[in-house]
């Protein structure tokens, strides 16, 4: 198979040759028109994703083929490699869950290509107003090794990442537990104090969830636990570019601050995404329970307007967002959600060489508003967006 497109790096036309779902060769392509080409890039990898068209990952009636039909579904927004994310909630429903996304894997062909890990965000998290965002508060706890042992072993050792606060005593030795075992240990959803955040750095820690976001309505000028995770170079930190979780100021400063090679975006999409109800209003959802939908788009707790519960853009809507808030290149801006989370997680893609796996996105950018319109997602070589059967002109087989 032969597809045709101007790298997202360098802007060149070339013909880039799948075999057996592997980049076999590119070269410069010089057949015509290079400006009404596509773009071409690595498949977007996506750390969090809570859900997706009405199903929410955490979900006590969660099944193998749901997670099959969300791995499939989010070849639309150009996400070929993703974290399935448990959040927090009562033990039961985090075993069920991450029991049902490996049984999930091992069966379907189409969930193992793309789910490279579960990312478990809470239960281990700050149960403070503010930190603990949309999570129940009941089942808010301190890190427990024991607990996440058993959640490993019904994940089938799948979990990759756990995003926890280091403010309880049993962080750090957990942390360093973790890290030993190959899990990525990001900090998140917290109300740590400077030294515990410095503890848990020192102990492993490595990534900062949704930096900016999840955190007091009001916090102290400083210290506090975000000009801190923005400052230590040894987080890289994952943000939320949807252009609602985060004002365009904040973006551009993380981004900034933290450099772009230590910036990763994630999308955070839940059960909403693909589904939004057409009208802002209350909304109740069996996994996200009641919410309220705004007039700008934003999904909130339902009762208030300060705590978000999730979003629902996809991760590449971020990708322009970055383009336009931190002024930073195409390329450069989808690295942050191919290359970079494709090498924290240690996957091969993220990359247009050969050799790489062919998990490669083809899209549309509007000079104007840099609004990204997805023509075609493959999976290992495999065109899933329209399960085959629709075919752009510029893929060759
Ligand atoms: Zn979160």
């Given at each position: ?39 071409l890039a690595p ?175 009001y916090i102290h ?76 788009g934003r999904v ?98």
């Amino acid at each position: 198979m032969r597809v045709i497109g101007r790298r997202y790096d360098q802007g060149q036309p070339v013909s880039l040759e799948v075999h057996d779902g592997v980049i076999a060769d590119i070269s410069p392509w010089r057949g015509g028109d290079k400006a009404s080409l596509p773009w071409l890039a690595p498949g977007l990898v996506d750390l969090q994703v809570n859900g997706y068209g009405g199903q929410e990952f955490t979900d006590p009636h969660l099944t193998a083929e749901a997670v099959e039909r969300i791995s499939t579904a989010l070849d639309t927004v150009g996400v070929t490699s993703y974290l399935p994310t448990v959040i927090t909630q009562q033990l039961d429903v985090q075993l069920h869950a991450v029991r049902t996304i490996a049984a999930a894997r091992e069966t379907l062909s189409a969930v193992r290509q793309r789910v490279a890990g579960i990312h478990l965000e809470g239960p281990y998290i700050s149960p403070e107003e503010g930190p603990r965002g949309a999570h129940p508060l009941e089942y808010c706890r301190p890190p427990d090794w024991d607990e996440f042992c058993r959640l490993q072993d019904a994940a089938d050792g799948l979990i990759r990442l756990v995003t926890l606060s280091p403010e309880f005593p049993s962080a750090p030795e957990f942390i360093r537990r973790a890290a030993e075992s190959g899990v990525i240990v990001s900090i998140g959803h917290t109300n740590a104090n400077s030294q515990q955040l410095q503890a848990a750095v020192d102990a492993g820690a490595r990534m900062s969830t949704h930096l900016g976001n999840a955190t007091h309505a009001y916090i102290h000028r400083h210290p506090n636990y975000v000009w801190d995770q923005l400052a230590d170079d040894r987080l890289i930190a994952t943000i939320i570019a949807d252009g609602l979780h985060l004002p365009p100021a904040v973006v551009k400063s993380l981004v900034r601050g933290k450099s772009p090679e230590r910036i990763v975006l994630i999308s955070d999409i839940t059960a909403l995404a693909g589904s939004l109800p057409s009208q802002p209003g209350p909304h109740h959802d069996p996994c996200l329970g009641h919410v309220e939908i705004l007039e700008d788009g934003r999904v909130v707790v339902a009762g208030q307007r300060e705590y978000l519960a999730g979003a629902t853009q996809p991760l590449h809507v971020g990708v322009t967002n970055v383009m336009k808030f931190a002024e930073v290149d195409l390329a450069a801006a989808v690295d942050m959600a191919s290359a970079r989370p494709a090498s924290l997680l240690g996957l091969p893609g993220g990359h247009l060489t050969p050799g790489s796996p062919a998990d490669l996105i083809l899209f549309h950018m509007s000079e104007d508003d840099l609004r990204i319109e997805i023509v075609e997602t493959m999976v290992n070589g495999e065109g899933g967006r329209e399960k085959g059967d629709r075919r752009t002109l510029n893929i060759e087989h």
